[in-house]
């Protein structure tokens, strides 16, 4: 109610609003994003507002591009087993590990003159791997055994365990050793003394485009260009960052020239974005970027109903996901087939396609028998009626719609569904995490290129009570046949038998179907007409890495 | 009264402990623990890391221990780092707090002094068309929903009229007084406007409470100009209840608006609240809910002993 309310209105004003005429050149870009990071440390908790923010001030070792493909960007040359700088491993007790090398970039200094160098890589291990110095993903470091130092730019990392990724080191943020060390003197008071949260402002701390010179908490972060950048030199003399939760609000701003430029990563909904077009195209340029947070139905395979293969078939098909794309998000948010995105390479384009057919869906539900008499739900032999739980997040409107054209549509077929909707922080603090839902989820996954769904599909990933919950293949699917591929995957170095792998996965995943796909979110990026060189990545590399070639230009 | 004002006093102790265990309590019992939030933004974690960082945030332990443990630190004064911004937790309020006190400050008086002499006029002519409009537009003000307010006047005075800015604080470093208090317009009228229909029921209807007592009556007889009746006679028993308002509404100068300050990007304390609680940053939550219950609780202690200073049958009883 509030919303239509809210979208009256401004599409009232939008109306009446006069043109604008075209803007001065400017040295100043507000960017409007609807979350402000709690911490600016590296490192410790992740955010995507923080993401979004230090992508301007610092740069990882190695990121995917726009195209999805592995490049450096703090490095000089990616490592491969051909051009030597990676090498595969004998360890011992038979496993293999992996040493690959990396050269910093000539020139990359910290903002205040003193060079990136590998004293900066070594203490950023020392810090990642310590267990109490509240570094949150800390898997890699611990996987790093030991770091070669070669001379100030170039270093070896060992590695213990080999994987195709061995080159991914994007996770890996480098510290500044001369600031940080007082502050790591005792690790346990590590993440409450570090300067990151301390004094954010400091210019040692970046050594990207931009550095940080105002934190206003809860409000804006401004940076300016930083002296020291190696790289070209940025367009744009100053960048606020304004953080304003309510997109409403958001659209005001953009409205009312407070906001330059409304992030797709952090900015407005989807049908939002969409009306917005509809109003300023004239304006303001937006861009859809479908990505990879995959919206999916997760089914509880322990439920008897679900267990049986035909039925999760048939909810598949019983579902027109093309007309609801298309009528619900403009078509600009693609049918998933599985959990792979298409502009990942190793997305298979032979996959089913499990397409609207009623008739089919009607036929599996006959043979597992739960047939229909009259328009009511179906029922079993033993008179039980086909009646299913979907659940979701409450408040989020647009799974709430999905829920209900859903509902409708299986509806037809003799599906009985009731909706069950829970606040986010229970229904993912609880209720998923602990498997307590009775029959279907409705959430989204974010992930990365050919990220391996080890934690979402391996049967040593189901969250059981003696576990301790952990792991988020909330589904409890086992197959065998998946777990084989998952670790051949994983290990597998050569580029076309990992593909050949990839696409048994995905089969594999299209027949077993333990999710129903749904589709892949965009982002919408809304940008004035004279902003350019913002080139949508569609992956959790924020677009903020490339800052330096964003411009002004004269529509 | 100094026996009044001790027993006062130890109940108000009693309820601000008893409060920060309550608070303790709620927030632990509320489903999902950081870390498994955080899991769910993080797909790189491992189980392995969630464990190590429930042991460093203490989240192992069992929720008495943890509060025990808190309350042993807080008596001295130390009131230990938020999980969710690395910083002690009182710094982290610190700023905030001052907004907050800011914004509704200025809105609470705003509002006081609008609503007084509408209410006083309207109850000296009850039953009149003024009244029934005073009235109807009261409704209006209570019953329209802060955020919608909200975006009306920044589509009005930023969007439409460019008169205003549609932001809370200023961007520019140093931005001077002038340009702040600019950008506090907005989200205090929205304030303002949603408070003043409220206020001027209350004090209106304690004022033609107080024009039907007896008092009045012979003052009008004494031949009292009806102005000096209204204002000094009427009004100063009808303030009475409406301090007991005040006092409550005091909270709100630390407790800060939730909706005006995310619709307005404004840091103050409403918004931390609402982080701190739902990211289960204890420290930093249990600071800023016992600050609100300290100061409501500071300020109906004032207006009780106002009360008792004023009525000395409340001192007996």
New interface residues.
């Given amino acids: 109610m509030y919303r239509m309310l809210s979208a009256a209105l401004l599409a009232l004003f939008a109306a009446v609003a006069p043109a604008t005429a075209s803007p001065p050149a400017k040295d100043e870009l507000v960017i409007g994003i609807t979350q402000f990071p709690a911490t600016l440390h590296p490192n410790i908790e992740s955010m995507l507002a923080k993401s979004y923010v230090l992508g301007m001030t610092r740069r990882p070792f190695t990121t995917y591009d726009k195209d999805w493909k592995l490049v450096c960007l703090l490095c000089v040359e990616l490592p491969t087993m051909e051009n030597g700088l990676a090498k595969a491993v004998d360890l011992p007790g038979g496993k293999r590990g992996v040493e690959v090398t990396y050269t910093i970039q000539p020139g990359a200094k910290w903002g205040d003159g003193v060079p990136v160098t590998t004293k900066d890589v070594v203490f950023t291990w020392e810090v990642g791997r310590h267990p109490m110095s509240g570094v949150a993903a800390a898997e890699f470091y611990r996987r790093v055994t030991r770091i070669a130092v070669k001379d100030e730019r170039t270093f070896t990392l060992h590695v213990d365990k080999l994987s195709f990724e061995f080159a991914s080191i994007g996770g890996f943020q480098l510290l500044p050793e001369h600031l940080e060390r007082p502050a790591f003197s005792d690790p346990t008071k590590y993440r409450n003394r570090t300067l990151f949260d301390t004094d954010p402002t400091n210019p040692g701390l970046h050594f990207g485009p931009y550095r940080i010179v105002e934190v206003q908490a809860g409000s804006h972060i401004a940076l300016e260009r930083n002296p020291t950048w190696y790289g070209p030199k940025p367009a744009f003399r100053r960048i606020v960052v304004r953080a304003i939760e309510n997109t409403a609000a958001l659209e005001a701003n953009l409205l009312s020239g407070a906001v330059d430029y409304v992030a797709g990563e952090l900015g407005l909904s989807l049908d939002q974005a969409l009306a917005f077009e509809a109003r300023h195209r004239d304006r303001y340029d937006v861009v859809y970027k479908p990505g990879l947070v995959y919206e999916h139905i997760d089914l509880n395979l322990d439920n008897p109903i679900l267990a049986d293969r035909r039925v999760r078939e048939a909810l598949l098909l019983a579902i027109d996901r093309e007309k609801l794309t298309g009528s619900l998000f403009g078509g600009r948010q693609p049918v998933a087939r599985g959990a792979i995105h298409p502009l990942d390479w190793i997305h298979a384009t032979d996959l089913p396609a499990h397409a609207f057919d009623p008739k089919r869906a009607a036929e599996l539900l006959d043979a597992a028998g739960w047939s229909r008499r009259g328009g009511g739900p179906r029922q079993n032999a033993a008179g039980e009626r086909l009646v299913l739980e979907l659940m979701t997040t409450a408040g989020n409107r647009t799974r709430e719609l999905v829920q209900q054209v859903l509902q409708s549509q299986w509806r037809q077929v003799g599906i009985e569904v009731r909706l069950r909707n829970e606040p986010p922080r229970v229904f993912f603090g609880e209720t998923v995490t602990k498997r307590r839902f009775t029959a279907m989820a409705m959430f989204a996954w974010l992930s990365a290129p050919e990220a391996v769904p080890r934690t979402t599909l391996h049967s040593e990933s189901i969250p059981r009570p003696d576990n301790n919950f952990s792991g988020q293949n909330y589904t409890g699917y086992a197959n065998p046949e998946m777990d084989a591929l998952i670790e051949k995957i994983e290990v597998e170095l050569d580029r076309e038998k990992r593909r050949r792998l990839w696409h048994t996965q995905q089969h594999l995943y299209a027949r077993d179907l333990p999710v129903l796909p749904l589709y892949f979110r965009a982002d919408p990026f809304v940008m004035p007409k004279w902003l350019r060189g913002i080139e949508p990545t569609g992956h959790q590399y924020p677009t903020t890495l490339w800052i330096e070639n964003w411009r002004f230009a004269a529509p | 009264m100094s026996h009044f004002l001790v027993r006062r006093l130890l109940q108000a102790t009693m309820l601000v402990a008893l409060m920060s265990f309550v608070c303790y309590a709620l927030i632990g019992l509320?489903?999902?623990?950081p870390i498994?939030?955080?899991?769910?933004?993080?797909?790189?974690?491992?189980?392995?890391?969630?464990?190590?960082?429930k042991a460093?945030h203490g989240l192992d332990q069992p929720i008495l221990e943890r509060y025990l443990a808190w309350l042993g630190k807080a008596l001295t004064g130390e009131f230990g780092?938020s999980r969710?911004?690395?910083?002690?937790a009182a710094a982290?309020l610190g700023?905030?707090l001052a907004n907050t006190a800011l914004l509704m400050g200025v809105s609470l008086t705003a509002a006081a002094l609008i609503a007084l002499p509408i209410a006083v006029t309207a109850a000296a002519h009850a039953g009149t068309g003024f009244d029934r409009a005073v009235n109807a537009l009261c409704f209006a003000g209570i019953s329209v929903?802060t955020?919608?307010l909200?975006?009306?006047l920044?589509?009005v005075f930023?969007?439409?009229l460019?008169w205003l800015?549609?932001?809370?604080?200023p961007?520019a470093?140093d931005p001077g007084l002038a340009e702040r208090a600019r950008h506090l317009v907005l989200p205090v009228l929205t304030l303002t406007i949603a408070a003043v229909g409220g206020h001027v029921r209350y004090i209106r209807a304690a004022m033609v409470e107080a024009l039907g007592q007896d008092y009045i009556r012979t003052a009008h007889a004494k031949g009292l100009h009806p102005r000096r009746v209204l204002w000094r006679h009427a009004l100063r028993n009808a303030l009475l209840p409406y301090v007991t308002i005040l006092a409550l509404d005091c909270g709100a100068l630390v407790s800060g608006a939730l909706v005006t300050e995310?619709?307005?990007?404004?840091?103050?304390m409403g918004?931390?609240i609402f982080?701190a609680v739902?990211?289960n940053d204890y420290n930093l939550a249990l600071l800023a809910l016992l600050l609100v219950t300290a100061l409501t609780v500071a300020c109906n202690l004032l207006a009780d002993v106002a009360y008792a200073a004023l009525d000395p049958r409340i001192r007996q009883r």
Wanted: glycine share 10%; proline share 13%; hydrophobic share 45%.
């Fill in positions: 509320m489903p999902g623990d498994d939030l955080m899991l769910s933004a993080d797909p790189r974690l491992t189980p392995d890391d969630i464990a190590r960082l460093i780092y969710l911004y690395s910083q002690p982290v700023p905030r929903p955020f919608w909200a975006l009306v920044i589509l930023a969007v439409e460019g800015p549609a932001a809370g604080l961007m470093r995310t619709m307005f990007g404004y840091p103050g918004k931390l982080d739902m990211g």
